[in-house]
RNA sequence: GCCGCGUUGGUCAAGGGGUUAAGACGCCUCCCUUUCACGGAGGAAUCACGGGUUCGAAUCCCGUACGUGGUACCA
């Protein structure tokens, strides 16, 4: 075992977004950083919420990520079980939770769902719209602090259901440091007596987070920001069951923020950017209720892992230097939570894009070329000459900043375009020009050898003898073999697409620009 | 309402008492290229506001505003 233990713990319950991506990427990267171990661990204690296909999801959305975890449900560990539906069946969480009763930190309380919106109406004026179940209230509400201690034997006895709320402190203020953050203050009585164990039997977050870390000997625990109020519960506990030394180092990392606000879900349809690592077929995450449109996941949308984690690591988090693209390994050598950041990040779809280009460029053809093969044989184009393809990728890697982009950008490699940008040619076109195309056919027909220099030489040639510069046959030439004004030197494109289908498309055009 | 956390160009951000306040994305101009990109050179644009402390504040302190989170038998 590590001396370093750091724990991703997803709720299986809906789709991993960009927020939970990046927070498993800090944790892992500091893990790795520290020599330590990278544990992932379910929390599926909401069974209500609970979605089938979500936990592999996730993992599904790690290894796509280049993330392997040490410990997991997936990949075993001695520290399991790694689900804590699976930990409520060994009794741990009832037995802690009986536990702060008997030590009088934890009470029993009876109080039936109705009854609590009651007292939340009840209770509720202008200055305190949502009163709480805190050292105001609990004394007249129905539990073991309130009830006599015969009673609430009975109504144990009798198996009514209750929960189990921790008794908060009065007057006491709970600090501990943060590693973002520095030292956090809470006063005990602003926070209410939260629900530590379920009437189902299941923990709450509060009460299993500390049993779990304590459990699997969580060194580091990194979490969203959304966590902070209610930590103050997690060190009382950690004070109460096992001890504050024992406690782990936290860390709550910022929000990223959309467009106008928190980024929901929903800004993915909203805004036209994806918000999910990769899309789920199980249950479509990115689908908007409404519309009924799916967005797609980065990995959908044609972004390589690389660029994202690079991408991700970067909202939040820099070098100190001047350096954007980092390798994996380079964000785990240099990785530091002195550098990460106490404010949110907006989220930046020009500029996450732009990561994705830098890395097409950076890339070697062959580690992105499979994913580009795929996505050509889904648009009906097979691949028959690998060497070739890779070749033509090569030449137009630079033009493209998603994956799909390939196709746009080389399709006229492989087929005749479909459409001329006639609108291009129109304005100057005439006889002459005409004159020069059919010759240089003649022309193309008699060349020894197929290769750009030679087609090169030939069309200049040609343009000379016939008086017209060879730059303002150049764009109808481009028009005729790619469709529009794009793409790599022409005749690089009429090498690489053969004799054959360059005479051809030149003689559909002319056909077509006849009517110009 | 109360509590927590935050605030350097439109966005990501460096800088943490003295700087011409880095750099990147995006935008604009020019060069390269008779295509589109890539590449190169420039440009516009910033310390939320108000008080202190100090010879000097983006930087330290206090307010205010704004943003965001929590205030569930959700995580």
Redesign the pocket.
Known sequence: MSTIRVRF???P?GGLHLGGVRTVLYNYLFAKNKGGDFIVRI?D??Q??FVPGAEQYIFDCLKWCGIEPDESPLHGGAYGPYRQSERKEQGFYKKYADQLVMEGHAYYAF???EE?EKM?SDFKT????????DHHLRMKMKNSLTLTPAVTAQLLAAGT???IRIKMPQGETVSFNDMI??E????TD?V?DK?LL???G?P??HLAVVVDDYLMKITHAFRG??????APVHVLLWKYLFGLNKMPEWAHL??I?GP???LSKRDGTKYGFPVFAMNWPQAPVGTDPKTNELTEGFKEKGFLPEAFINLLA?????A?T?Q?LFTKEELIALFSID?V????????Y??A??FN?EWI?KLKVESYKLKVKVLFESKGISISDDEKFEKILELVK??CTLLPDFYDQSIFFFTDPSTLDTDAVKPKWNDDKKLFFTGWINALNNLQSWDVAGIEHSFKELATEKNI????L??PL?IML?GG??????FVIAEAIGKIATINRINKALDIFASL
Request: proline share 10%; no cysteine; aromatic share 8%.
């Open positions: 713990a997803p709720s319950t929390e204690t909401d209500s919420r109080d039936t769902p609590l939340r202008a200055e305190n719209p949502s009163p709480q179940y259901r209750h929960v953050r520095g956090i203050k809470n006063e602003l209410d629900v379920k009437a189902d299941m709450t977050y920001e959304e966590w902070l109020p209610s910022p929000l923020l106008s606000g928190k970067l909202l939040g988090w820099n100190g001047e954007e550098r950041h106490s404010g949110g990040a907006k989220f930046d020009e500029k894009k732009w280009h460029k630079d033009r510069k060879p730059g303002e150049q764009s481009r790619v004004k794009y793409g790599p030197p022409v």
